[in-house]
C-alpha cells in the first residue's frame, strides 16, 4: 500500500437529499483547492524595557473566528443533466480516497473528508461556442462551493482493552471527559478523550464499581472508594470540566433498593472521595439503563432518567435535582437520554417508548419504529429535533428525518 495519495485517488460524492440518504458518484469531476481559514492571529506586545525602539512578543491569540471553508469542482458539459446542475440546499459533499478497487463503490476507502452543509455559490458555464475552428475546447461547468466545515475521517483498527482485575464482569458505562486545553497558563495540554471512567455491575466485595484512566484508556486504575454498595452497580457515568484544571465525575447507581430512592455520586477527586445524592423521593427508583441514562452538556446542563418514567435535571454539577416528568408522559422505565444542545432531547425506553423535548423542559411523546412495538429503545443520539438515532434490544438501529414521522 502506497504512504501517500495522488489527485487520481480521489472519489466525489454528493448526498442531495442530505444525511443518511443514498450518496451518488459524481464520475469525471475535479475538486480545486480545499481551504478553511482557522480565524485570524494577533501578537500581545510589549515595549522593551532596554530599548524603546524594540517590542517585544509576549503571547499569541485567535484573532477572529474561523471562516467558511471554500473549493470549487469542475465537470464536463454533457448531454444529462448533473447533480450539481440541480442542488439548491445545503448537502453533504464526499470526497473518498481509494487505494485499490472500485472508486464508484461508496465503502471503498481508505481516507476520506466529509464536506459538511456545502453550499453552490457560483455557476460558470464556459466554451459553449465558438467562432472558428482552431479554438475548440471541451464545454466546461464549474461550481464554486462554500462549505460549513469539513472533516478528516481514517480507517480505525478494532481493538481491545481490558481493565486488569474485573475479568468476568460487566462494564454497563463509559464516559470521556469533553474539554479541551492548549498548553500555555492554564497549565499541560488536555485532550477530549483523555479522563474517561467506566462504571460496573455491581459485586460484593468488589475494590471497586468505577474505573478510571489518565491516558485516553491505555491503562485503567479503580477508584479509591465505591459510590455506593459493593453490591450496587453503577448504570450511568457523565464528566464535566467543573474548574479551569479539573473535572467531575457523575455516576448513577443502576440497582432496585426499596428503601432509598434514586441516587448519585459525584467526585471531584478520581474516586478518592464520593458525595451521595438522592435524586427525588420515590424509594425503590434507579436508573435502569445502560450506557447514558445520565447525560450532561456542561455542569449546568445534566439530565437523568429512570425507571417510572421519570426525568431528573440538575444546573449544579449535580448538587440539587429537580423532575422535569414524573411519569406522566409516560410510566414505562426510561433507559437512556441524549441532547444535542440545551434545548433539544431525546429520552427512550421500554415498550418502545420514545419521548423529545425541543425546550430543554417540557417533555412530548414521538411516534417510534412500528416494528419495534414491546421492544426495548436501549440507545439514542440527537442531531437535531427531527434528525435522531435509536438503538433497541432486537439489534435494530433507526433513524428518523422528521421528528418520527417516519
Not at 458539459?77 to 459533499?93: G, M, S, Y
Not at 482493552?161 to 499541560?188: D, E, M, P
Request: proline share 3%; glycine share 10%.
Amino acid at each position: 500500500m502506497s504512504d501517500s495519495y495522488m489527485a487520481g485517488n480521489g472519489a466525489i460524492w454528493v448526498q442531495p437529499d442530505g444525511p443518511n440518504t443514498q450518496p451518488y458518484y459524481l464520475g469525471c469531476h475535479t475538486l480545486g483547492e480545499l481551504s478553511r481559514g482557522n480565524g485570524g492571529a494577533n501578537l500581545v506586545s510589549l515595549r522593551n524595557a532596554n530599548n524603546r525602539n524594540k517590542w517585544d512578543s509576549l503571547d499569541i491569540y485567535r484573532g477572529s473566528n474561523p471562516s467558511v471553508a471554500t473549493t470549487s469542482i469542475d465537470f464536463i458539459v454533457r448531454k444529462d443533466v448533473d447533480w450539481l446542475e440541480v442542488i439548491n440546499c445545503p448537502v453533504p459533499v464526499y470526497v473518498n480516497l481509494v487505494e485499490c478497487g472500485r472508486k464508484d463503490v461508496f465503502d471503498n476507502w481508505s481516507r476520506s473528508f466529509i464536506l459538511d452543509k456545502t453550499l453552490i455559490t457560483t455557476e460558470t458555464v464556459t466554451d459553449l461556442s465558438t467562432l472558428t475552428p482552431d479554438e475548440q475546447n471541451r464545454s466546461m461547468q464549474s461550481v464554486e462551493l462554500a462549505v460549513k466545515t469539513f472533516h478528516r475521517i481514517f480507517q480505525l483498527i478494532s481493538d481491545k482493552q481490558r481493565v486488569v482485575g474485573v475479568a468476568g464482569r460487566t462494564a454497563l458505562s463509559v464516559s470521556f471527559a469533553g474539554y479541551t486545553k492548549c498548553f500555555g497558563s492554564c497549565g499541560n495540554v488536555h485532550s477530549n478523550n483523555q479522563d474517561g471512567y467506566i462504571g460496573l455491575d455491581g459485586l460484593i466485595g468488589s475494590a471497586s464499581n468505577v474505573y478510571y484512566t489518565d491516558d485516553g484508556g491505555t491503562i485503567w486504575y479503580p477508584t479509591t472508594s465505591n459510590p455506593f454498595q459493593t453490591s450496587e452497580g453503577v448504570s450511568g457515568v457523565a464528566v464535566v470540566q467543573s474548574s479551569p484544571d479539573g473535572h467531575t465525575v457523575i455516576v448513577a447507581r443502576g440497582a432496585f433498593d426499596g428503601l432509598n430512592p434514586m441516587e448519585i455520586a459525584y467526585s471531584s477527586d478520581r474516586g478518592t472521595t464520593w458525595t451521595n445524592v438522592n435524586v427525588g423521593f420515590i424509594n425503590g427508583q434507579y436508573a435502569i439503563g445502560r450506557g447514558n441514562p445520565i447525560f450532561a452538556i456542561n455542569n449546568e446542563n445534566i439530565w437523568l432518567v429512570t425507571t417510572g418514567g421519570h426525568i431528573y435535571f440538575s444546573d449544579d454539577v449535580g448538587l440539587t435535582w429537580t423532575a422535569q416528568e414524573n411519569g406522566t408522559v409516560t410510566a414505562e422505565n426510561l433507559h437512556a437520554i441524549h441532547f444535542s444542545n440545551d434545548q433539544v432531547g431525546v429520552a427512550v425506553g421500554e415498550q418502545n417508548i420514545v419521548i423529545r423535548t425541543v425546550d430543554g423542559t417540557n417533555w412530548e411523546l414521538v411516534a417510534a419504529p412500528a416494528l419495534e412495538a414491546g421492544n426495548t429503545a436501549q440507545a439514542v443520539h440527537v442531531f437535531t429535533k427531527d434528525r435522531f438515532w435509536v438503538g433497541y434490544d432486537s439489534g435494530n438501529l433507526w433513524f428518523t428525518n422528521d421528528g418520527g414521522v417516519s
